[in-house]
């Protein structure tokens, strides 16, 4: 059989590619000639996709959660793979940029629309008991949400409302002992952290700490003023970040807080959190007014902030009952 001349070309490219490096082009020859034609379940490791479900109980529903809750994850993961190429890049264009938090806005919606798909797929009184055996585990522990905050906004905003102008310029370190979540995590009775809490900070409080030095001129608000600095039009990308900025900081939170007033509210005293979370404080955005990008809002939207979400969900599941 002869060879095309396309086929010779690339045998030509692959010489010298491997004659560059040091390395015997035949060799690697003989390691494709031997090599198992890929399947899909190997590609993705599908066996062991599928074997990552372990649940605690013998409720059925509990797969659901756990499975959705690792989507999430997924999708996260995602989220941060943008990130990283967004701060990263050399020579970064508004069009990259643009594209990118795109990207990230389409894993926020397709997060936020299917939680429902959680939400009602599974029995209230079933969750009521299994929930028992995740202590003192939350999703309040997701360390790949709070990295995209880090990657997303100037660090001071994710530091408590009432401590921002004080902490304004303070050390990253000093900003941490106050950011937001910390307060989230607070035992009702007492207002002293939770096992929840301490675990999650020992486990992550110096990725945070070392992610939000890394990002202290290249997270996203920091990028879009140096890009807006140059004169170039960042209309598109005041756009995309407003999407994102209700994305992470109303639709995500408040679908959650939606979860939490149709499973733990109850009179006359509502369920705790598994995690031992003040959910009825810390998930409404209108109390917290987490906002990555002021610069891009006006008063009365930022004065109304998730006011009228959270009007709409109480409204509906009024309405249900």
């Given at each position: 059989m002869d060879f095309t001349p396309e086929i010779k070309d690339k045998l030509h490219q692959l010489q010298e590619k491997y004659t560059a490096m040091g390395q015997d082009m035949a060799s690697y020859l003989d390691g494709l000639l031997y090599a198992d034609f890929l399947t899909y379940w190997d590609y993705i490791h599908l066996d062991t996709l599928l074997s990552l479900q372990s649940p605690k109980t013998p409720f059925p529903d509990e797969e659901i959660f756990i499975i959705y809750h690792q989507i999430t994850e997924l999708y996260f993961k995602l989220a941060l793979h943008e990130c990283r190429q967004i701060a990263e890049k050399e020579n970064l264009t508004v069009e990259f940029f643009t594209a990118r938090v795109k990207r990230i806005n389409a894993y926020f919606n397709a997060l936020t629309t299917s939680f429902e798909v959680m939400v009602d797929g599974m029995e209230k009184e079933q969750f009521l008991k299994f929930r028992m055996s995740l202590l003192p585990a939350s999703g309040f522990q997701s360390g790949q949400y709070r990295m995209i905050e880090i990657c997303a906004?100037?660090?001071?905003?994710?530091?408590?409302?009432?401590?921002?102008?004080?902490?304004?310029?303070?050390?990253?370190?000093?900003?941490?002992?106050?950011?937001?979540?910390?307060?989230?995590?607070?035992?009702?009775?007492?207002?002293?952290?939770?096992?929840?809490?301490?675990?999650?900070?020992?486990?992550?409080?110096?990725?945070?700490?070392?992610?939000?030095?890394?990002?202290?001129?290249?997270?996203?608000?920091?990028?879009?003023?140096?890009?807006?600095?140059?004169?170039?039009?960042?209309?598109?990308?005041?756009?995309?970040?407003?999407?994102?900025?209700?994305?992470?900081?109303?639709?995500?939170?408040?679908?959650?807080?939606?979860?939490?007033?149709?499973?733990?509210?109850?009179?006359?005293?509502?369920?705790?959190?598994?995690?031992?979370?003040?959910?009825?404080?810390?998930?409404?955005?209108?109390?917290?007014?987490?906002?990555?990008?002021?610069?891009?809002?006006?008063?009365?939207?930022?004065?109304?902030?998730?006011?009228?979400?959270?009007?709409?969900?109480?409204?509906?599941?009024?309405?249900?009952?």
């Open positions: 906004t100037d660090f001071i905003r994710l530091v408590d409302k009432s401590k921002r102008e004080a902490l304004s310029t303070a050390t990253i370190e000093e900003q941490f002992e106050h950011i937001y979540w910390k307060f989230g995590a607070t035992e009702l009775s007492s207002g002293k952290q939770t096992l929840t809490l301490k675990q999650f900070i020992k486990k992550y409080a110096a990725q945070f700490l070392q992610l939000a030095k890394d990002r202290s001129v290249t997270n996203f608000s920091a990028l879009y003023h140096q890009l807006a600095a140059k004169g170039v039009d960042v209309s598109a990308l005041a756009e995309e970040l407003q999407k994102l900025d209700l994305y992470v900081n109303v639709e995500w939170p408040l679908s959650h807080y939606k979860s939490a007033v149709r499973y733990l509210e109850k009179d006359p005293i509502d369920v705790a959190a598994t995690g031992g979370t003040n959910w009825q404080k810390y998930l409404p955005p209108r109390f917290q007014k987490r906002i990555f990008y002021p610069f891009l809002w006006s008063d009365e939207q930022m004065g109304e902030w998730g006011k009228g979400w959270v009007l709409s969900v109480l409204k509906t599941l009024k309405n249900k009952h």
